[in-house]
């Protein structure tokens, strides 16, 4: 069988893993006979749009190996979502027309529910203009909301870092709270899913100890139960740790922090929930406070990986490839667990049209009856997740990062506008 080339590309926002992902397409297209060369678009799928190609077999060995380490987008992401195909065909037609020009048969996109669907269209525009292209979705997102898969490569990192966060966090404030800081919120990310939040709730295991509070996007926010429960929680303990997410909404689906505008997928760009909560407990409490916002600091945090998340990134993206060379067609590596203790999992293929644009929320189980915390059942789901370390070499004190050479590939069409 003739060698075809293969493209990979990175989607919407980065985590800590998901170089870890490109690191498993990369040493298992190198390892495959049917396999040519592998292109990386750089900055995602623009780079397929304008033809802005990276040579991935001009990156030794050492250096892809190094990638499983290091956090960030090694080839650039983007937010740039494909448009229907009807409104949009010009944008498909010209991915067809680079995917032709540079032999490419194999698309690996990495990324959430957003670039499932990019991932699909392209597949169904392949077909329908007789070009054999087999698309293969990497997942990938730190929310943890894709559907089918047990959870998503990515998001083990992040829970790992705020429930560490919040620990240590929470004996700054307790150490204090007698003569200073009585309220300490911890913003989080996730914008419709809680599941960042809930990871929160590891931080401690029993009546009184941090996070005293947590609040869901799936849960209606009431702002006089939530000061309540600040106020029972100071009387009681002395102090109160809050772990909100951005996506906390009032009962008519307001955000309680709404920046105004949207992002390029549409979304509403949030931000700023954690001050807004604090200033109504100090306007409601009088509490001194304290907020803080762990925006790109959660998702870049390496250094303090889930073992358990890389191994899964890692292995969707050698699982990537195995499909694609199985002639699987719109799939994704989805993760099976097959029980908690021991955490044990597999990986399966899932149909693309079952992921794409679908959100995977925090089951009402999940939620304690009053809203503010966790079920054991969500606490079993989560603690696998977290396990293991893996740290990064370091060099005089510092984690050592991949430095790829991003060597370019000649254009072969003429220029596109976006």
């Given at each position: 069988m003739a060698q075809q080339n293969a493209f990979y590309a990175q989607s919407g926002g980065v985590t800590a893993v998901i170089n870890a992902s490109a690191c498993g397409v990369?040493?298992?297209?190198?390892?495959?006979?049917?396999?040519?060369?592998?292109y990386a678009g750089h900055n995602g799928i623009i780079g397929a749009l304008t033809e802005d190609l990276i040579d991935v077999s001009q990156e030794s060995d050492e250096a892809i190996a190094a990638l499983r380490h290091t956090?960030?987008?090694a080839?650039?992401?983007?937010?740039?979502?494909?448009?229907?195909?009807?409104?949009?065909?010009?944008?498909?037609?010209?991915?067809?027309?680079?995917?032709?020009?540079?032999?490419?048969g194999y698309f690996f996109y990495n990324g959430g529910g957003d670039s499932a669907d990019t991932c699909l269209k392209v597949s169904q525009l392949s077909?329908?203009?007789?070009?054999?292209?087999?698309?293969?979705?990497?997942p990938k997102t730190v929310d943890n909301d894709l559907p089918i898969t047990d959870n998503s490569p990515g998001f083990g990192s992040v829970a790992k870092y705020i429930a560490t966060s919040t620990r240590e966090a929470a004996l700054d404030i307790a150490s204090m709270c007698a003569t200073s800081t009585k309220v300490f919120v911890l913003e989080v990310m996730g914008r419709h899913a809680g599941w960042i939040a809930a990871a929160g709730a590891l931080a401690g295991n029993g009546e009184g100890e941090p996070p005293h509070l947590i609040v869901f996007p799936e849960v209606p926010f009431d702002r006089a139960a939530v000061m309540a429960r600040v106020e029972t929680s100071v009387k009681q303990y002395g102090y109160c740790v809050i772990v909100v997410s951005e996506g906390a909404r009032y009962e008519d689906g307001t955000f309680l922090a709404d920046a105004g505008n949207t992002d390029a997928f549409g979304h509403r760009q949030l931000g700023g929930v954690a001050p807004t909560l604090a200033g109504m407990i100090k306007q409601d409490l009088g509490y001194k406070y304290h907020w803080a916002v762990a925006d790109y600091l959660q998702r870049a945090a390496r250094h303090l990986a889930s073992r358990t998340d890389v191994e899964q990134a890692y292995a969707v993206g050698r699982k990537a490839v195995e499909l694609a060379l199985e002639g699987q067609n719109a799939?994704?590596?989805?993760?099976?667990?097959?029980?908690?203790?021991?955490?044990?999992?597999?990986?399966?293929?899932?149909?693309?049209?079952?992921v794409a644009n679908q959100e995977k929320f925090m089951p009402r189980e999940y939620i304690r009856d009053d809203g503010f915390g966790i079920t054991d059942a969500c606490r079993r789901y989560l603690s696998?997740?977290?396990?293991?370390?893996?740290f990064p070499p370091f060099?005089?004190?510092?984690?050592?990062?991949?430095?790829?050479?991003?060597?370019?590939v000649e254009r072969k069409l003429p220029q596109f506008t976006l």
């Open positions: 990369v040493e298992a297209c190198r390892e495959s006979d049917r396999i040519g060369k592998l956090p960030g987008g080839f650039g992401s983007c937010r740039y979502k494909l448009k229907d195909i009807e409104s949009h065909r010009a944008q498909y037609e010209r991915l067809i027309e680079v995917f032709k020009a540079h032999d490419i077909e329908k203009l007789g070009y054999p292209l087999t698309a293969i979705h990497v799939k994704m590596p989805a993760i099976k667990r097959i029980s908690d203790d021991p955490y044990e999992w597999r990986i399966d293929a899932a149909p693309l049209a079952e696998p997740l977290i396990q293991g370390e893996d060099d005089n004190g510092l984690p050592r990062m991949a430095e790829l050479k991003l060597v370019k």
